[in-house]
């Protein structure tokens, strides 16, 4: 059984920084790319971030510069660095499987990140 615990968020003035970290069992974490989505108040989930078992990473364009992803092969564990948040930064993260498999049906409850002033 998948179980996804993310970690970190919280209220944030822009131009901050948090960091997410999320913890992953029930899968066979090498196999797979992990990813970091956002799913802003009443909008869909959206990808911003993922990363392959050999460290590629893709970034949406709308973080790229500002976000990193990097991950824990031995701890099955993935981390998202936010720098120079912005208010459309605002939403629920969630980790999960990204890639060709795409995200696997069990989501976690999420980081809550609120970019205000």
């Known amino acids: 059984q998948v179980q996804l615990v993310e970690s970190g968020g919280g209220l944030v003035q822009p131009g901050g920084s948090l960091r997410l970290s999320c913890e992953v069992s029930?899968?066979?974490?090498?196999?797979?790319?992990m990813g970091w989505y956002r799913q802003a108040p009443g909008k869909q989930r959206n990808l911003v971030a993922s990363?392959?078992?050999?460290?590629?990473?893709r970034y949406a364009d709308s973080v790229k510069g500002r976000f990193t992803i990097s991950r824990d092969n031995g701890k099955r564990t993935v981390s998202l660095q936010m720098n120079d948040l912005k208010p459309e930064d605002t939403g629920t993260y969630f980790c999960?499987?990204?890639?060709?498999?795409?995200?696997?049906?069990?989501w976690g409850q999420g980081a809550q990140v609120t970019v205000s002033s």
């Open positions: 990363m392959t078992s050999a460290g590629f990473r």
């Open positions: 029930g899968m066979i974490f090498n196999n797979y790319d």
């Open positions: 999960n499987r990204a890639g060709a498999w795409g995200p696997t049906d069990t």
